[in-house]
C-alpha cells in the first residue's frame, strides 16, 4: 500500500490531491505555481507533502498530472518556429479557415495570426482523391526543396497535411521519411498521426496546434520524469488526457494533442465521481477560477463529449470533454458605463493584481471582493485563500467597491451586492445558451460546484437559474486534481469510411473495426503495459444523407458483427431523436467514421465512508453579511468539523482550507456520507 | 429610466438569454440541412408594439437586428392566449423580406395582457413558385417566387390551423422539410413563451415591462452617443450593381447621410427605378426598415461594440424611400434575391459614413462572388446530387488600424465554407484550386483583404452550375483615403485554354466532364496611401504570395530583388509613385471612372428626376430606352451636367406616344 498523488497545474495555484491507501485519508494542497520554472512547482509540492502530512515520495505508488503547459505555449505564442507542408495550391488553409468571423457584427471583426505564417507554408505537388487513390504522384523533388526552404526560414519543425491523408496516408509517411532522410532530428509530424479526421481545416489546425507545442510539451514531461525520479518517486507519472481519461507521460511526449485540455476535462470527471457518490443523475459542473467559469453538462453520471473544443484561439478537433468556458470569474471586474448602466467583465484582474482585497496592487472591484464587502469572506478568523498564501485587506475591497458606489449612487454593501447580481446574471445567460443548445432543463439537475470561486458563487448562481440542489465536494479547490487520480487509462481511435448503411457495405465496417480494435489493444497492453480489464466502446459518426453534420452514435458490438443493419440505424434514429427531437426512419444513413474508444480502469481509491455526527454543528463564530438588501447574522462554520448527517441553515459560511462556500437564506445544507456538503433550496 | 440601471442590466441580461434560447432551440430541432448550414434564420422579443428588444448575437442571420413586428401584428385583429400567427408575404407589413422567409410571432399573455411577442423567421429552401428554390433573377413578379401566406393564425389557441397548413404544404416542393422547420420556429416560440413567464415570475410584470421598454432606449441612448460623436454634415455617396437585369445596364443606389447632432436621415432620392427582376429591395417605404438598417448596424455597432443589438438602435434614423425605386418597389415587383442589392446598400452606407470618420472606419469589402451550387449526377453511385459547394467570399476593406482581413470578413464574417474534402467525397467535381487570390486586395497603407478563389473541374455531363448574387465584374469594392479599389470579380469556364469563355455575372450554366471553372469574388478596397506602406510589411506580403513582386513595384514603390527590399530603388520608386498618386478621397476602379464620364452624378439627376414622373411601370423600360441612346452619343455632345440626359429623354419618348404624362 502507498499514496496515490494528482496533481493539476493552473495559472495560479498547483493543486495536489492525495489519498492515503494505508489511512483512507483524503488529502489536499496549494501551492503557487511557477510558470517561469515548471516542474518546480511539483516537487516543491511533494516536499510540503512530507512536510505536513509525513508522505515520502517513495510512498507514491501511483502519480497522475495535468499541466498547462501546452495551452500556455499557445496563448502566449511562444511555440517552435514551425512550417506546415500542403497540397499545392490549398496552400492557404490556414489563412482561410472556415470563412466565420468570431463577432460577425463587427466589421473589423478578424481571424487570429495563424500559428504558422502564411510564408511558411510550402507547396507539395501530387495529389490523393477522396477514394484514397492516388490522382498525382508525390513529388519527392519539391519535397526535398521544401526541406531547404523549411532550413532557409530558420524552421524547427514541420507539419504536413495532404488532402484526403486521412483516407490515404502514403503521400504523408513518404514526405516524412524524405525528411527524416534530409534532415535527420527535424522534428516533423503529419496530419494522420495527430488525428485523422476528413475536412482538411480542422486536420490540420489541430496537427499544427499539436505541432506547435510538441517539442515544448516533451522537453517538459522529460524534465518532469527526471525530477520525479530525483525526488525517488518509483511510478511512471501518469498525464491526464483532455478526453478525460490518462496516459503515460512517456506517450504523452508524442500524444501531447490529446492533453490539451487536460485540466478542464479532468475537473469534469472528478465532477462526475462526486456526482456518483452523491447518487446525483444528472448535473451541471460549475468550475469558477480567477477569471472564468467553465461549465459543463453532466448525464447519468457521464460527461459530454465533442471536438473543436478552442486552445487559446484555435479549435481543436480531438475528442474532448465538452466544457462551456464562460469569461466571468472571481477576479471579473465590475465598471459603469456611460449611460450609468452597471456592468461585470470581461475585463479580469486576474492572480496579477487579483483582486483589490489580495493587496497586491489591484484597485479595481472585483466579484471577490464585492464578496469581501458582503462579509462573506476576509472574517477575521476564517480561512484564508490558497492556503495562507493570501490574506484578505477587506479595506481595500470597500475602497474599491467604492469607486462604483459613487456614480451608482448606492451604498458599497448595496453595489458589492448589485456586482455579484450582474455577475451572475451574465453566467446565467451562458449556461441559458448551453442547456438550450443540449434541450435539457436545469431545473431537474444539480450543481456541483468546484474551483476556488465555485462555492462562493454557488447559491447565487443557482438561484439565478432556478436548481434546486447543489453539491460542494470535500476538496472543491483541487477538483481536477481528485479527478486525475480517478481517471482511466484512455484512448481514441477513428476512421473514416464514408459508406452508406447497408449490407454491400458491412464487410467493410466490420473490417474496419477490427483494425480499430487491434490498434486500440497495441495501445493498451504494449504502449501503456496495462494489464488490467479493458471496456472497448464502439460507436460512429452517422447521418442521414445530405446532413452536413454528423452524430457519434454508441453501436453494439454483437450488431456490428452480425451485421445487424436494423440496429445500428434504429440506433442512430434514437440518437437523433434524443439530440434534436425528431428522426426520419426512412431516410438512407450514411457512417462517416468509425470510432472506438477503449478504456483501462486502474484500481481506484475506496473512499471511507465519513464518520457520522454524534452532535450539532458547532459554528467557529458569527459574522453579518449582507444579502437581499440587508445585513444579516450568519453563522461560519468549518468544513473539517462537518461529519455524515450534519444539517444547518443559510445563510452561512463554510470555510475550509481551499475554498468558502457562501450560502444564502433559503438554502439548507446537510453532509452526507462521502462527505459532500449538499444544499438544498427550501420550499 | 424608470428602472434602476442594476435591474436593467440583470433583465438584459435574461432577455437575451431567452432570444438565444429560441435561436438554440431553433438551430437544434431545425430539420433541413439548409437551416443548419447556413443559419438563416432569427429570433427575438417584441413589446406589445413589435419593437424588437432583445435578439441572439451568436447564432443566426445578422441582418435583422432592427425588425419592427408592428405592421403585421396590427393585421390580426384579435390574439388569444396559444395563437401563433405567421406570413411569407413581403408585400404583407413588409416584416417578410422575400417568399422564402417564413415569419412567426406568438403573443404572450400574463394574466390576460398581451406582455410581448415572440418572433422569429426561418428561410425555407423551397416555397414553390417557377423554379427550385423559389429564387432566380430572371423572376420579375412576386407571384412566381413561389406560394405567398398573408398574416394567418397556424394555430389557434393552441390549436393547428390545418386549412392555412394544407395550402402550404401542396404548393411547395419539399414539404416535409417545411413542416419539420416549422415545428422547430413552434418549439422556439413555446421556449421563448416560458422564459418571458420566467421573468416575470422573477421580476415581477411592472418591471418587465418598464425594463423592455428601457432596453430600448438604452439601445438608442447608445446609438445617439454614438452618432453624436460624429460630425454634422451631408455625405453622399452612390454605387452601382453591374446589371439591374441579365445582360441589362448598370443599377444605381444613390444615398444622402445627413448627421444632425445624435440623429440621422437617410435620403435614397436618386436611386434607380423599380427592376423588371428580382432584386428590388421591399421596404413599403418604412422609415426605419430593417433591411436599411443593416448598413447602419455594422457601422455603429463597429464604431462601439458595446452597443446593445434590438430596434432601439434605428430609433436613430429616419429614411427617405421614394416609391417606385428599388429600395421601395411597388406590387408586385419581384424580391427574391434582394440580398445582392442589400449587400451593395450595406456598403453604400458605409461609403457615406466613412466621409463622417475616415479615420474610424474601413474601406469597402469585398464583394461579387456567388454562392456557387452545383447539380449533377454522382458517377460511383448514379444518384442525382445538389450540393451547395461554396460561398464565393473576399476579404475586408483596409481600415484606419489594420490590413482587412483576407478571404471573407466585414460584412460577410456570417459565411461558413464547406471542405474541400467534403465537396470531392459529395459532388461528382475534382478541386484544383482553392484559396486566396493574388494581388486582389486593393493596394493601401492598410491593404484590402484577398478575394478566394476556387477552381474545378466537372466530372459528370449536363452538370448544372449555378452562381447566385454574381457582381463586380464591373464595378470594383473602393478604396479610400488614397487606398486602391480591389480587383473585379471573376467568372472563367475552362480558364487558359483555347475555348475560354468570360462568363461575367452569368448565374447559371450547364458544364460537361473535363470543362474546368475559376470563379473569384472581387477584392476589397485599400485605407490610406501604398506609397507610405511600410516597405516591410510588403515584403512580407510577397513572401506569403499575396501580393506579386510586379505589383509591389507597381502599387506600392518597393522594389524587392533576390527577396529583399532594394532600398536605393525603392526610394526612387516610391517619390515617382507618390507624385503621380491621386488625391482623391475615394478609389473607385477603372471600370466605375469610365462609366461616370458618361454617367456623371449631373445626368443621374436629371434622370432621376425625369423617370420619376413617369408612371411606375414606364420606368424601367425608358431607363433601358434612354441608357442605349446615350451610349451611342458622340463624345463631343457629353457636358455631364444632365442637359445631354433631358435630350435623349425627350427623344426617346417621342417614340411613345402610348405614354401619357401625368399633367
Redesign the interface.
Known amino acids: 500500500m502507498g499514496c496515490r498523488v494528482g496533481v493539476d497545474i493552473g495559472g495560479t495555484f498547483t493543486d495536489f490531491c492525495v489519498f492515503d491507501e494505508d489511512s483512507g485519508a483524503l488529502h489536499s494542497l496549494k501551492v503557487l505555481s511557477t510558470p517561469g520554472n515548471p516542474g518546480a512547482e511539483v516537487l516543491a509540492g511533494l516536499r510540503e507533502l512530507e512536510q505536513r502530512h509525513g508522505i515520502k515520495a517513495d510512498q507514491i505508488t501511483y502519480f497522475t498530472h495535468g499541466t498547462t503547459v501546452g495551452v500556455n505555449t499557445v496563448i502566449q505564442r511562444k511555440g517552435i518556429n514551425l512550417c506546415l507542408f500542403t497540397t499545392e495550391?490549398?496552400?492557404?488553409?490556414l489563412?482561410?479557415a472556415?470563412?466565420?468571423?468570431p463577432?460577425?457584427?463587427?466589421?473589423?471583426?478578424?481571424?487570429p495570426e495563424p500559428l504558422v505564417?502564411?510564408?511558411k507554408v510550402f507547396a507539395i505537388p501530387g495529389r490523393m482523391?477522396?477514394d484514397g487513390s492516388e490522382?498525382a504522384p508525390l513529388d519527392e523533388d519539391a519535397v526535398r526543396a521544401a526541406v531547404d526552404a523549411v532550413r532557409a526560414v530558420g524552421g524547427e519543425g514541420i507539419v504536413v497535411s495532404l488532402?484526403?491523408a486521412?483516407r490515404n496516408p502514403a503521400h504523408e509517411r513518404r514526405v516524412v521519411e524524405i525528411v527524416n532522410r534530409a534532415a535527420p532530428g527535424l522534428f516533423i509530424v503529419a496530419s494522420h498521426q495527430v488525428w485523422p479526421i476528413?475536412?482538411?481545416?480542422?486536420r490540420t489546425v489541430t496537427a499544427v496546434v499539436a505541432g506547435y507545442v510538441q517539442p515544448r510539451v516533451a522537453h517538459y514531461l522529460g524534465s518532469l520524469q527526471a525530477a520525479l525520479v530525483e525526488a525517488g518517486v518509483g511510478s511512471e507519472p501518469m498525464i491526464t488526457k483532455s478526453n478525460g481519461g490518462v496516459m503515460t507521460a512517456e506517450a504523452g511526449k508524442t500524444q501531447c494533442a490529446q492533453m490539451l485540455l487536460s485540466g478542464t476535462a479532468s475537473g469534469v470527471i472528478g465532477a462526475c465521481q462526486v456526482a456518483r457518490m452523491a447518487d446525483v443523475r444528472d448535473a451541471l459542473s460549475l468550475d469558477i477560477g480567477g477569471t472564468s467559469a467553465d461549465v459543463a453538462v453532466v448525464r447519468r453520471g457521464q460527461p459530454q463529449y465533442g471536438v473543436g473544443e478552442m486552445i487559446g484561439d484555435f479549435p481543436i478537433h480531438i475528442p474532448t470533454v465538452s466544457v462551456t468556458s464562460i469569461g466571468e470569474g472571481g477576479g471579473s471586474i465590475a465598471w459603469v458605463?456611460?449611460?450609468?448602466?452597471?456592468?461585470v467583465g470581461p475585463e479580469s484582474a486576474g492572480s496579477n493584481p487579483g483582486p483589490a482585497c489580495y493587496g497586491q496592487g489591484g484597485t479595481r472591484p472585483t466579484i471577490t471582493d464585492a464578496f469581501v464587502v458582503c462579509g462573506f469572506l476576509g472574517a477575521p478568523d476564517s480561512a484564508g485563500l490558497g492556503y495562507g498564501q493570501m490574506e484578505m485587506r477587506n479595506e481595500m475591497a470597500r475602497d474599491a467597491v467604492a469607486t462604483i458606489a459613487d456614480p451608482?449612487d448606492?451604498s458599497i454593501e448595496g453595489a458589492a451586492e448589485?456586482m455579484i447580481?450582474?455577475g451572475v446574471?451574465?453566467m446565467?445567460?451562458e449556461v441559458?445558451?448551453l442547456?438550450?443548445?443540449y434541450?435539457i432543463d436545469p431545473r431537474e439537475m444539480s450543481l456541483v460546484a468546484f474551483g476556488g470561486a465555485g462555492p462562493m458563487l454557488a447559491c447565487h448562481v443557482a438561484r439565478e437559474l432556478?436548481m434546486r440542489r447543489i453539491v460542494i465536494p470535500p476538496t472543491p479547490g483541487v477538483l481536477s486534481a481528485f479527478g486525475g487520480l480517478i481517471a482511466d487509462i484512455k484512448n481514441d481511435f477513428i476512421q473514416t469510411v464514408?459508406l452508406d448503411l447497408e449490407d454491400a457495405n458491412m464487410p467493410t465496417i466490420r473490417d474496419g473495426f477490427d483494425k480499430l480494435r487491434a490498434e486500440a489493444l497495441q495501445w493498451l497492453r504494449h504502449e501503456q503495459a496495462f494489464t488490467g480489464a479493458a471496456t472497448l466502446l464502439y460507436s460512429a459518426d452517422m447521418r442521414y444523407r445530405?446532413?452536413?453534420?454528423e452524430i457519434d452514435t454508441l453501436l453494439g458490438e454483437q450488431d456490428i458483427g452480425a451485421g445487424n443493419i436494423a440496429a445500428l440505424a434504429a440506433a442512430f434514429h434514437g440518437e437523433h431523436e434524443r439530440?434534436?427531437?425528431?428522426a426520419d426512419v426512412d431516410a438512407p444513413i450514411q457512417m462517416i467514421n468509425l470510432r472506438l474508444v477503449i478504456v483501462g480502469q486502474p484500481p481506484k481509491p475506496e473512499l471511507p465512508p465519513l464518520a457520522e455526527a454524534e452532535a450539532e454543528l458547532a459554528p467557529v463564530q458569527e459574522v453579518r453579511i449582507y444579502a437581499d438588501g440587508a445585513w444579516h447574522r450568519a453563522a461560519i462554520y468549518r468544513r473539517q468539523d462537518m461529519r455524515a448527517g450534519h444539517r444547518f441553515k443559510g445563510p452561512a459560511v463554510v470555510a475550509q482550507d481551499d475554498c468558502t462556500t457562501c450560502m444564502l437564506a433559503g438554502f439548507e445544507a446537510s453532509v452526507d456520507a462521502s462527505g459532500n456538503l449538499v444544499l438544498e433550496a427550501e420550499g | 429610466m424608470a428602472i434602476d440601471s442594476v435591474t436593467l442590466e440583470i433583465l438584459k441580461n435574461h432577455c437575451r438569454a431567452a432570444a438565444e434560447s429560441m435561436a438554440f432551440t431553433l438551430y437544434r430541432t431545425a430539420h433541413s440541412t439548409f437551416v443548419k448550414e447556413t443559419e438563416d434564420f432569427t429570433t427575438g422579443l417584441t413589446t406589445p408594439d413589435g419593437e424588437t428588444f432583445a435578439t441572439p448575437t451568436d447564432l443566426g442571420a445578422t441582418w435583422f437586428v432592427g425588425l419592427n413586428y408592428k405592421n403585421v401584428i396590427e393585421l390580426i385583429d384579435h390574439y388569444d392566449e396559444g395563437d401563433i400567427c405567421l406570413t411569407n408575404d413581403p408585400y404583407s407589413g413588409y416584416v417578410c423580406t422575400h417568399s422564402p422567409d417564413m415569419h412567426i410571432w406568438k403573443p404572450v399573455f400574463h394574466q390576460g395582457e398581451i406582455v410581448c411577442f415572440v418572433v422569429g423567421h426561418i428561410h425555407n429552401t423551397d416555397v414553390g413558385g417557377a423554379v427550385p428554390a423559389s429564387l432566380s433573377r430572371t423572376l420579375s413578379e412576386v407571384h412566381q417566387e413561389g406560394i405567398r401566406i398573408p398574416p394567418a393564425k397556424i394555430m389557434e389557441r393552441g390549436v393547428m390551423n390545418e386549412d392555412v397548413m394544407s395550402i402550404m404544404l401542396a404548393n411547395v416542393r419539399m414539404p416535409e422539410q417545411n413542416w419539420g422547420d416549422l415545428k422547430a420556429q413552434i418549439a422556439a416560440m413555446n421556449t421563448g413563451e416560458r422564459r418571458v413567464h420566467e421573468m416575470i415570475a422573477k421580476f415581477g410584470v411592472e418591471t418587465f415591462r418598464e425594463g423592455t421598454a428601457a432596453l430600448l432606449d438604452y439601445a438608442e441612448q447608445q446609438a445617439r452617443a454614438i452618432v453624436r460623436a460624429l460630425p454634422d454634415g451631408r455625405f453622399f455617396f452612390a454605387d452601382y450593381m453591374d446589371e439591374d437585369v441579365a445582360n441589362g445596364y448598370p443599377c444605381r443606389i444613390a444615398l444622402d447621410v445627413t448627421i444632425e447632432g445624435d440623429g440621422l436621415v437617410f435620403d435614397f432620392t436618386g436611386s434607380d427605378p423599380q427592376i423588371e427582376g428580382s432584386v428590388n429591395i421591399p421596404t413599403g417605404g418604412e422609415v426605419r426598415h430593417a433591411l436599411i438598417m443593416v448598413g447602419l448596424v455594422y457601422v455603429l455597432y463597429s464604431l462601439d461594440t458595446s452597443l446593445f443589438l434590438n430596434s432601439g438602435v434605428s430609433r436613430v434614423c429616419r429614411c427617405i424611400l421614394p416609391s417606385g425605386t428599388i429600395v421601395n418597389p411597388e406590387f408586385p415587383a419581384a424580391v427574391g434575391l434582394r440580398t445582392l442589392s442589400v449587400q451593395r446598400l450595406q456598403e453604400i452606407i458605409f461609403g457615406a459614413f466613412v466621409q463622417a470618420a475616415p479615420d474610424r472606419l474601413p474601406a469597402s469589402p469585398a464583394s461579387g462572388g456567388p454562392i456557387m451550387n452545383v447539380n449533377a449526377i454522382d458517377n460511383k453511385t448514379g444518384r442525382r446530387v445538389v450540393a451547395s459547394i461554396d460561398p464565393i467570399t473576399g476579404g475586408a476593406g483596409g481600415d484606419p488600424f489594420a490590413d482587412g482581413t483576407e478571404g471573407s470578413g466585414a460584412n460577410s464574417s456570417f459565411m461558413k465554407n464547406t471542405p474541400v474534402e467534403i465537396n470531392e467525397a459529395e459532388v461528382p467535381i475534382r478541386i484544383l484550386r482553392y484559396g486566396l487570390l493574388p494581388d486582389s486586395g486593393g493596394p493601401g497603407l492598410h491593404r484590402g483583404g484577398l478575394a478566394t478563389v476556387l477552381e474545378f473541374r466537372a466530372e459528370a455531363p449536363n452538370t448544372r452550375v449555378t452562381a447566385r448574387n454574381r457582381d463586380r465584374t464591373r464595378f470594383t469594392s473602393w478604396g479610400v483615403r488614397g487606398g486602391r479599389a480591389g480587383t473585379p470579380s471573376i467568372f472563367l469556364l475552362n480558364p487558359g485554354a483555347e475555348g475560354e469563355v468570360n462568363l461575367g455575372n452569368t448565374d447559371i450554366l450547364t458544364i460537361g466532364p473535363g470543362d474546368e471553372m475559376r470563379v473569384a469574388s472581387g477584392g476589397a478596397g485599400g485605407w490610406g496611401n501604398p506609397f507610405e506602406r511600410k516597405p516591410d510589411a510588403v515584403l512580407l506580403d510577397v513572401q506569403r504570395g499575396f501580393v506579386s513582386q510586379a505589383s509591389a513595384k507597381r502599387d506600392y514603390g518597393v522594389v524587392i530583388t533576390n527577396g529583399a527590399i532594394d532600398q536605393a530603388a525603392t526610394a526612387e520608386a516610391r517619390a515617382r509613385g507618390s507624385g503621380e498618386a491621386s488625391n482623391a478621397f475615394y478609389d473607385y476602379g477603372a471600370g466605375r471612372e469610365e462609366f461616370e464620364l458618361l454617367w456623371t452624378r449631373g445626368n443621374y439627376a436629371a434622370l432621376t428626376e425625369l423617370l420619376q414622373a413617369l408612371p411606375v411601370h414606364w420606368r424601367f423600360f425608358v431607363k433601358h430606352r434612354v441608357f442605349e441612346t446615350v451610349e451611342a452619343l458622340d463624345e463631343t455632345e457629353l457636358r455631364g451636367d444632365g442637359s445631354e440626359i433631358r435630350a435623349v429623354f425627350a427623344d426617346v419618348l417621342k417614340n411613345y406616344p402610348q405614354l401619357r404624362l401625368p399633367a
Do not use: C, T, W
Not at chain 1, 476528413?198 to 480542422?202: N, T
Not at chain 1, 458605463?337 to 456592468?343: I, N, P, R, T
Open positions: 495550391h490549398f496552400e492557404d488553409v489563412e482561410v472556415r470563412l466565420k468571423m463577432d460577425p457584427y463587427d466589421l473589423f471583426s478578424r481571424r505564417g502564411r510564408e482523391l477522396f490522382d488532402l484526403h486521412y476528413i475536412r482538411e481545416y480542422e458605463d456611460a449611460h450609468g448602466v452597471l456592468k451608482l448606492m448589485a447580481k450582474v446574471s451574465g446565467y445567460l441559458s445558451k442547456v438550450a443548445r434541450g432556478n464514408y445530405g446532413q452536413s453534420f439530440l434534436y427531437e425528431h
